[in-house]
């Protein structure tokens, strides 16, 4: 599927010029930081480690390739590439392994129990970053589902696993499941993640199904169907961002006292006369409206219990504002400059853009490179 829509996206890229952007440069002066910046693309995506990201990359889309603009510019950056459809947690377990160059090691409790091969791809010799210890830190960015991705990660890092530890022996224990590297993060940011998961899979009709019929069911039934390896449903994605189980898992996201976190919301939906969301179609991906329209005046009741009210609805038509800010009761604070505080979700204004547009966008496109430019001064100028 990633090849397809790849291959589909380089030959628009015939239709669609490079963003005309100015190359503005870092000033190193004014950083108290240079650390490394590693992204994490989110459903369906691509990275570095794919043939087709230098044809059409994930980050940055038609206005260049992102990674590449910060490099030129000093700055250590790296996309990242796991799968596009499996949990979170394997995910993390992926981007552990490209980033020490080690065999991807899914963990023996955790592949036993959800009946699938315990080692991946080997990265040895072939590691995504250069050092990465308590010393060498390192920024790691999330979009979408990567969001989550990375919040497993730094939990893993920090806690490890003790359900891991308990049944696998000491010599065959991977370090990320030993746990105690918190404190190889400097910064986190969660770009339009679903953290609290999304009312996209709540809006169905009388069928039973999601209620757009077009695009975006097409999408979701792609992008969030689970590796056909005989693993069970609840090791994929779309499990982990029904609300339910997304809530559950982001109550255990502690924010760490040395690590600054920040999340970049999005929105692209206004209110109507009705006091309903709906998403202003001129600037929407075609893709994303009819679910925007249906997340938008929806409330109910999740299988779990749990109440979508009115807050749920303003969305980037795929993900809830709401959700994306920060887990539910984790300490946050809207986003003051003069005031960036490590252990505490720092969050930043909301994007005026769909789920695309902090990739770069498709069809409606967007200036992602004076964003990016801009966090990372902010982060790499923490404490001047």
């Known amino acids: 599927m990633q090849k397809i829509i790849a291959?589909?996206?380089?030959?628009?890229?015939?239709?669609?010029?490079?963003?005309?952007?100015?190359?503005?440069?870092?000033?190193?002066?004014?950083?108290?930081?240079?650390?490394?910046?590693?992204?994490?693309?989110?459903?369906?995506?691509?990275?570095?480690?794919?043939?087709?990201?230098?044809?059409?990359?994930y980050w940055g889309v038609f206005g260049g390739d992102l990674m590449s603009y910060l490099r030129a510019r000093g700055i250590d950056a790296h996309g990242a590439s796991v799968s596009g459809t499996a949990s979170a947690w394997d995910r993390a377990c992926e981007l552990y392994a490209q980033l020490t160059g080690t065999v991807t090691d899914y963990g023996k409790e955790h592949s036993e129990?959800?009946?699938?091969?315990?080692?991946?791809?080997?990265?040895?010799?072939?590691?995504?970053?250069?050092?990465?210890?308590?010393?060498?830190?390192?920024?790691?960015?999330?979009?979408?589902?990567?969001?989550?991705?990375?919040?497993?990660?730094?939990?893993?890092?920090?806690?490890?696993?003790?359900?891991?530890?308990?049944?696998?022996?000491?010599?065959?224990?991977?370090?990320?499941?030993?746990?105690?590297?918190?404190?190889?993060?400097?910064?986190?940011?969660?770009?339009?993640?679903?953290?609290?998961?999304?009312?996209?899979?709540?809006?169905?009709?009388?069928?039973?199904?999601?209620?757009?019929?077009?695009?975006?069911?097409?999408?979701?039934?792609?992008?969030?169907?689970?590796?056909?390896?005989?693993?069970?449903?609840?090791?994929?994605?779309?499990?982990?961002?029904?609300?339910?189980?997304?809530l559950k898992t982001a109550a255990g996201f502690k924010a760490l006292d040395n690590v600054y976190y920040f999340s970049i919301p999005c929105c692209l939906t206004d209110i109507d006369e009705n006091g309903n969301s709906v998403p202003d179609v001129e600037k929407m991906e075609n893709m994303f409206t009819v679910s925007s329209r249906e997340m938008g005046k929806y409330t109910g009741y999740t299988a779990g219990g749990y109440y979508l009210d009115e807050s749920w609805q303003p969305n980037d038509g795929l993900v809830n504002t709401i959700s994306a800010r920060a887990p539910f009761g984790a300490p946050q604070q809207d986003f003051d400059e003069n005031n960036i505080q490590p252990g505490i979700w720092n969050v930043m204004p909301t994007y005026r853009g769909d789920h695309m547009s902090l990739e770069g966008g498709l069809l409606k496109t967007n200036n992602v490179r004076q964003l990016y430019a801009d966090l990372i001064r902010t982060i790499n100028g923490i404490g001047a």
Do not use: Q
């Open 7 to 57: 291959f589909f996206m380089t030959l628009l890229m015939f239709l669609f010029p490079k963003l005309n952007i100015p190359e503005n440069d870092f000033d190193k002066d004014a950083m108290t930081t240079d650390y490394t910046y590693v992204f994490v693309h989110g459903l369906s995506g691509w990275g570095e480690y794919d043939f087709y990201y230098k044809a059409f990359p």
């Open 113 to 246: 129990r959800c009946h699938h091969a315990r080692y991946g791809k080997d990265y040895t010799g072939n590691a995504l970053i250069g050092s990465w210890s308590a010393e060498d830190k390192i920024n790691i960015l999330g979009h979408s589902f990567g969001g989550a991705t990375v919040l497993t990660l730094v939990k893993l890092m920090d806690e490890g696993s003790e359900a891991e530890r308990a049944v696998t022996p000491a010599e065959e224990l991977s370090d990320l499941f030993t746990g105690g590297k918190g404190d190889w993060f400097y910064s986190v940011t969660t770009l339009s993640a679903p953290i609290n998961g999304t009312s996209a899979y709540e809006v169905k009709d009388e069928e039973n199904k999601l209620s757009d019929v077009g695009m975006t069911t097409t999408f979701f039934n792609t992008a969030t169907t689970p590796p056909m390896d005989g693993r069970i449903a609840e090791d994929c994605a779309a499990y982990d961002m029904l609300i339910d189980n997304a």
